[in-house]
């Protein structure tokens, strides 16, 4: 039975369906789920969940209300365990049936992997929610007048501000271009400008490298970003104007110019022998991808556990404690740590990491690098948000691919690039949708990183400006990788490092700067776009459509690659369209009869405001 996409059955976990966002073992947590009349006449709603492994039915959902044509229901799941999962039964008086999880509605059985997740870990930092995170790669932002006084290492290639950047071959990882931490000081009034609210820093442990997870100590604050000084300094100039700050920090494995591995290296009976996976009398030693200056470590190690993580003497606890104050860890390749061959202690590595932050301070606030699918292994008990790109990134690049792009991008992956606004839907659904809902709301959006080329490079021209706007209307936390505002080009991680042309180094687009600060100032102001639900209600080749809705508002998206002159929703998709304001876009919605339409441009992006649909 075909049933129209903005008419479909609705669950989510956000606050306007699960009351209780923090439930612990032993709750009873009601459940809302809203039912549209055009489904046909509903002899039983209920939910199959789970209890220590084992699932049943709960007793039958009662009908609340009804609004626009929405019966909504309420029943009652038990919090048997920490974490529990859940999908709904929908049984019509035809004898039709329908499951509803996290990934859509099926008319037969589905995995219990694809349930909706609810557990009792949400312990986010208020000031994570509703965040506008900036990334930083500190060689290349800015530059203090203190930079070119400091003698450079002898690996360092210097460069000028204005010069390429290198993305491939030799000296990639050498080119040396002295950005630190005093300019990026400098310039947080840019950060203030975006709305952005969280500066992220990739590594400023001395390293051998330019990007600096190739640490060899982290003990200090690399003197060529300015020493520990220059981070008490920025981190406190940040606070005074409400950013907080978090570091990067590699779990994985260190450079092997580390004083611990330079201490075990060839000499088996070092205590830090045990630190690393060595082999032939500590000659040879596996390593990040078999790349020789990055050895793994062997978390089997109680010495490298007391040093590294445990305690507040660790690594982990210093940097978060004053007089430097981080305000929280991004975990590089977190996926990855802790596992080699048979040995799996991933999950183990990442609780000691969130036990020593929260001893420290309940406030920090710890994000994980998973660079594909996280929602197996992410429920909020270690990591509180993810870094990844299967759930919006590589959705929204093959969205916006260019077809003339002859060049790969090595994190978009294989497979096809261009898809559907129909795919979209679905691959975000399959992604984002099994997350817990408190690790949805806290995940990055992001177009790009330093570790890919930039999403404007490969993608049809103009169509950053729509891209943005999803970042900031999803459900997450928008990230924006420095630069991205200028509009710069790379066509590869490593040649997407480019320095921000402050001084007009090198051509730029002007426009995106107003674009993000309009995008973060609407999201600050309109409290659905951070914690509201989100209902898709039409997509097409060229179009997506979706509402984000809580209990105060809801906010209507449209956004589109090519023209689309057909978008069609059912008025009972939407309370109060015809008083709808619009926030972004200048577009006009028309309701005609029984139906919204708007006629969109290609490359358009459109925000309205309209009353809650819980009203």
Known sequence: MALNLALRPHHDGSSLYVQNQK?????????????????????????????????????PFKKLYTRHGWDWYEGVITMYNPEVHYRFLIELEDGFSYWLNA??????????????????????PKWATGSVLYQVFPDRFAKSAEA????????????????DVIGAGAGVSEQFFGGDLKGI????GHLKKLGATILYLTPFFPAGSNHRYDASSFDEVDPLLGGNKALVS?????????LKVMGDLTANHSGDKHEWFLAAYRNPKAPESEFYYFQDKNTKYDSWWGVPSLPKFNWNSEELRSRFVQGKQSVVAKWLKAPYKLDGWRIDVANMTGQI??????REVAQMIRKTMDEVSKETFLIGEFTSDASEFVEGDTYQSTMTYANFTRPTWRFFWNP???????QLGPGRKEITGHEFVKLHNLFAGTFPWHVRMHNLNALDTHDTGRFKTFTIPGSQRVAAGLQFTFPGIPMIFAGDEFGLDGWVGENSRTPIPWNGEREYDKSMIETYSRLAGIRKKHKALVDGSLRWLYSSNEAIVFVREN??????????????????????ALSGAENAVNLFGSGELRVVGSKIRYESVSLDFQIWRLPSAHR
């Open 551 to 572: 209990r105060t508002e809801s906010v209507l998206v449209i956004a589109t690659r090519g023209k689309d002159r057909k978008i069609e929703i059912p008025r009972d």
């Open 404 to 410: 003339k792009e002859k060049r790969e991008e090595n």
């Open 341 to 346: 061959r048979e040995e799996n202690l991933n």
């Open 148 to 163: 070119d006084k400091r003698k450079l290492p002898a690996w360092a290639i210097p460069k000028d501000w204005g010069d």
């Open 185 to 188: 000081e400098e310039h947080l």
């Open 23 to 59: 439930p612990q073992v032993g709750d009873k947590v009601k459940l809302k789920i809203r039912i549209h009349q055009s489904i046909g006449k509903v002899k039983l709603v209920a939910a199959r969940q789970s209890d220590s492994g084992e699932a049943f039915m709960t007793a």
């Open 103 to 124: 990934t859509d509605l099926h008319e037969i059985d589905q995995p219990d992997r694809d349930d909706f997740k609810i557990n009792s870990y949400l312990a986010v």
């Open 234 to 242: 920025l981190v406190k100039k940040a606070h005074e104007m409400g």
